[in-house]
């Protein structure tokens, strides 16, 4: 019980509900709680009971569902209170009628749904059940003298009413400040205070601008913003409550904005009116610096979260900054087989954000057999790159038993499938070169076709078979294909990162583009293949941010 209570004064007070609405609720809530485990029946295999609470506008709103047995308390006539609250059959039933303002009970598959609101600074006007024989009417018989005995329209001064009606002014005891003030101290300083209607949307005070009067809402809403008016509010004044009193009081311009939320209606109080007048009133200082202390109290605490998001933002940089780095250490560092003579290779990534998910590797298997390969996986961000990390892990693991790039493959995929419980995939081509036969052996996982140059001839599309992308299905099927390359061969893997790299006006790199770029550099290093296919990229975006992440190996073969 003390912790759904908690829980509502909690939601309750973010919102700013004051502790009389807080104490009506927490009420309610601990008299509907206890009927509903005291009297709602044992059956321990029942659902449990479901709490919800909003605060929202004027209403905080509760919603209690259990399984217990029939019954609806809003039907329920309530009886006298007994003697004692502690008496068998106590005020429960009661309790709830005096003090929410809208309750509603439906009964539904079984379970009951019990609704109550408390109405932010809800007069609690008493009910007919409450009301009591007021005695002998006290007010005075017309005096024979009274009777108007001039020409009828003419009426003696004792017959006006009095210019404010109490209905004009009946908003007194619904305004914050207001409370617990004598009426007779109020209704005489709004001869100088006129009331404004803003429409929803509009902008009653921005950031450095002064207004010379306090604002109070008699009906509608105000948000205020920081920075801009289409930001998300950081305080929301309800009606009853107050604006600009800040801005009075220490003489410093507004540093929001306060905006209409809905169609609203002001009281705007003059600056001297509230210093010279309002303020002696008994009551309306305290109640000012309740405000006062309240709007501290919620800056305070923004402040605090602030400083906690600013902290837990510089705790993620800092470990991204460490993900960062424990990755591009997963990836060789070129130039790539240094001690091999037979053959030259280069990589290259540069991750979208902080951390990729595409990767590349190349290392021996033995002194005859060398591997490659290059996969893009699904997604960015810190998913990509632990499922990146998983994916090399697997690799690592099925080269060092075997040279078979086809089995490899397979094992791969069905490894990453298991326990693959946030469908992450990833496109994967892998080779295996033979130093001695010259063959290159290779598979391709829905990957990007590479790009080959046999011997001294131009750059072509790789053609072979291609399989689904890994990790999808443990049952996927694949084919190896097989070429032969001469000195001078040369083969460039890369990921859509580059492909699909978009120019200030949303064009794509693409396939064409990249095979002419390819073939103008084919004739260099891969060293020089690598970079100025980088540079090549690069300039066709122009400045764009890259939406993708870049990577790239290239693979020749000496003579």
């Known amino acids: 019980m003390r912790t759904a209570v908690e829980w509502l004064r909690q939601i309750g007070a973010e919102a700013g509900i004051d502790e009389a609405d807080l104490f009506r609720a927490d009420l309610c809530l601990t008299e509907a709680l206890t009927n509903s485990i005291v009297h709602g029946g044992n059956d321990a295999q029942a659902p449990e009971t479901e709490i919800t609470c909003e605060a929202a506008g004027n209403w905080l709103r509760c919603r209690i569902v259990d399984s217990g047995i029939p019954f609806d308390p809003v039907a329920a006539v309530p009886g006298p209170l007994p003697s004692s609250l502690a008496a068998e059959g106590g005020a429960g039933v009661r309790l709830l009628h005096r003090f929410a303002d809208e309750c509603a009970y439906e009964r539904r598959a079984g379970r009951n749904a019990l609704s109550f609101s408390i109405r932010r600074g809800g007069d609690h006007a008493r009910r007919p059940e409450d009301w009591a024989e007021r005695g002998p009417d006290r007010r005075a018989k017309a005096r024979a003298d009274d009777v108007p005995t001039e020409a009828p329209g003419d009426v003696r001064p004792w017959q006006k009413r009095a210019p404010d009606d109490r209905r004009w002014n ?18 005489p300083l709004l001869a100088d205070c006129r009331r404004q209607a803003i429409a929803a949307g509009n ?117 991204l900054k460490l993900a960062k780095e424990i990755q591009v250490s997963m990836l060789p560092v070129p130039p790539l087989f240094p001690e091999q003579p037979q053959v030259e290779c280069t990589g290259f990534m540069r991750p979208a954000r902080e951390i990729g998910g595409d990767f590349y590797d190349a290392f021996p298997l033995d002194a005859g057999h060398l591997f490659i390969t290059i996969g893009d996986i699904c997604g960015k961000g810190l998913p990509s ?124 790199f693409g396939e064409d583009r990249l095979l002419a770029t390819a073939e103008s550099l084919r004739t260099g290093t891969v060293a020089t293949l690598a970079e100025g296919l980088v540079t090549a990229v690069d300039g066709f975006a122009a400045g764009r941010e890259q939406a993708d992440d870049v990577t790239l190996l290239a693979f020749r073969t000496l003579a």
Request: proline share 5%; aromatic share 6%.
């Open 385 to 508: 790159a632990l499922f990146m990390v998983r994916t090399l892990t697997t690799l690592w693991n099925e080269t060092a038993r075997r040279r078979n790039a086809l089995r490899i493959v397979e094992l791969v995929n069905r490894q990453l499938c298991s326990n693959n419980d946030s469908s992450l995939f990833v496109s994967l081509f892998c080779a295996v070169f033979d130093l001695s036969s010259r063959q290159l052996t290779y598979v391709n996982a829905g990957h990007n076709p590479p790009l080959l140059a046999l011997g001294d001839g131009p750059f072509q599309w790789l053609a072979g078979p291609s399989g689904l992308v890994a990790g999808v299905s443990p049952d996927a099927t694949y084919r190896a294909g097989s070429v032969h390359l001469p000195p001078g061969s040369r083969l460039l893997l890369y990921t859509d990162g580059i492909t699909e790299a978009e120019s200030a006006t949303g064009e794509w």
């Open 203 to 319: 902008v009653w005070l921005a950031p450095g601008g002064r207004s010379p009067d306090v604002a109070v809402v008699l009906s509608g809403r105000l948000r205020v913003h920081v920075e801009r008016a289409d930001t998300v509010p950081i305080h929301v004044i309800d009606e009853g409550h107050c604006a600009g009193e800040m801005q009075l009081l220490d003489g410093k311009p507004a540093s929001a904005f306060v905006v209409a939320d809905v169609d609203t209606e002001l009281l705007l109080i003059p600056a001297e009116v509230l210093r010279e007048r309002l303020l002696t009133v008994p009551g309306v200082a305290a109640n000012l610096l309740a405000i006062l202390a309240g709007r501290i109290r919620r800056s305070d605490r923004l402040i605090a979260e602030q400083v906690r998001a600013a902290l837990e933002l510089e705790r993620l940089q800092r470990e």
């Open 170 to 187: 009946g908003f007194i005891s619904r305004v914050r400040m207001f409370r617990g003030a004598a009426y007779s101290d109020i209704e």
